[in-house]
């Protein structure tokens, strides 16, 4: 059984910076390709960004693209999301998902993953 344990949240400025970590336990981390998402108060969870395997293929939703940056770290079971020039929009619970049907992708949509963590929030103040 795969689990996913995110961190890095916190309650920041607008254009600040901050960066979530995801672990990633129980599986071998390189057969899965790892997504983030996120849910704002009233609203359905939507998709901030994905990359693949090996890091080699990675998507963005527009409204972070050019400030949000996906990652991982292979050899620590970690999936980063390094967000910068925050805004009060991008103010949500941040979840880090993990999709083994399709590892050479990097998939917008929440039904292909397989596992979900438990969210990390993040609040920006204008």
């Known amino acids: 059984q795969v689990q996913l344990v995110e961190s890095g949240g916190g309650l920041v400025q607008a254009g600040d910076s901050l960066r979530l970590s995801c672990a990633f336990s129980?599986?071998?981390?390189?057969?899965?390709?790892m997504g983030w998402f996120r849910q704002a108060p009233g609203k359905e969870r939507e998709f901030v960004a994905a990359l693949n395997y090996n890091g080699g293929r990675t998507n963005y939703a527009e409204s972070v693209k050019g400030r949000f940056t996906i990652s991982r770290d292979n050899a620590a079971k970690m999936v980063f999301l390094q967000m910068n020039n925050l805004k009060p929009e991008d103010t949500a619970v941040y979840y880090c998902?993990?999709?083994?049907?399709?590892?050479?992708?990097?998939?917008?949509?929440?039904?292909?993953?397989?596992?979900w963590g438990q969210g990390t929030q993040v609040t920006v103040s204008s």
């Open positions: 129980g599986r071998t981390f390189i057969n899965y390709a």
């Open positions: 998902a993990a999709d083994i049907d399709d590892a050479w992708g990097a998939a917008r949509l929440s039904y292909l993953y397989d596992y």
